[in-house]
């Protein structure tokens, strides 16, 4: 009887089965396909439109050297990236030759940032602690954030939340 019922279920979940319905349905509305003529185009104009996926994404020239710069801007006002990092993150933009790359940079320099005033964050609440008696360790682990490059804001945060927690 086992054997049946989990036949059974496995034919329901093959058959594209809803779950807990009971209702089973050979053809969802998003993958309803009609035939060769598919929403009034042939499937041959959609192999063809398909064809060359770029063709609907080229940009001007001038249009893409708007977007570089207005992310260079924004990166320029991020106040906690040094000037070297800001110039990193400015030359990776340069050398794109397709936009859609930017954001993505752009998002890298913001978390970025974002990582250098969460440190800071934890690094003045530690500082201000009564608990800590010396604040050479602190000192020590902003000084590495801020001046080795190998050593990001994310892994003093974590130094940080150790001391602290050795603190408890």
Same mark, same amino acid.
């Given at each position: 009887? /086992?054997?049946?019922?989990?036949? $059974?279920a496995?034919?329901?979940?093959?058959?594209?089965?809803?779950?807990?319905?009971g209702?089973?349905?050979?053809n969802? !509305?998003r993958? =309803?396909?009609?035939?060769? *003529?598919?929403?009034?185009y042939?499937?041959k104009?959609?192999?063809?439109?398909?064809?060359?996926?770029? %063709?609907?994404? &080229?940009? &001007?020239?001038d249009? !893409? +050297?708007?977007r570089?710069?207005?992310?260079? +801007? %924004?990166?320029?006002?991020? %106040?906690?990236?040094s000037?070297?990092?800001?110039? *990193?993150?400015?030359?990776?933009? +340069?050398?794109?030759? +397709?936009t859609y790359?930017?954001? !993505?940079i752009l !998002?890298?320099?913001? *978390?970025?940032?974002?990582?250098?005033?969460?440190?800071d964050k934890?690094?003045?609440?530690?500082?201000?602690? %009564?608990k800590? /008696?010396?604040?050479a360790k602190?000192?020590?682990?902003?000084?590495?954030?801020?001046?080795?490059? $190998?050593?990001s804001?994310?892994?003093?945060? =974590?130094?940080?939340?150790?001391?602290?927690?050795?603190? *408890?």
């Amino acid at each position: 009887m /086992k054997k049946l019922v989990l036949a $059974g279920a496995a034919a329901l979940v093959l058959a594209g089965a809803v779950a807990g319905t009971g209702e089973v349905r050979a053809n969802s !509305s998003r993958y =309803n396909y009609t035939g060769w *003529n598919q929403g009034g185009y042939s499937w041959k104009y959609l192999r063809l439109r398909n064809k060359n996926p770029y %063709s609907r994404r &080229t940009l &001007t020239e001038d249009y !893409s +050297d708007q977007r570089k710069n207005e992310a260079k +801007d %924004s990166i320029k006002e991020l %106040s906690k990236l040094s000037d070297k990092e800001k110039k *990193n993150f400015a030359d990776r933009i +340069d050398a794109l030759t +397709d936009t859609y790359a930017i954001s !993505s940079i752009l !998002s890298e320099a913001k *978390n970025k940032n974002n990582d250098y005033l969460e440190f800071d964050k934890k690094y003045n609440i530690l500082l201000n602690s %009564s608990k800590l /008696k010396s604040q050479a360790k602190v000192q020590e682990i902003k000084d590495r954030v801020y001046l080795d490059e $190998g050593y990001s804001a994310q892994q003093g945060i =974590n130094e940080l939340k150790r001391l602290d927690n050795s603190l *408890n």
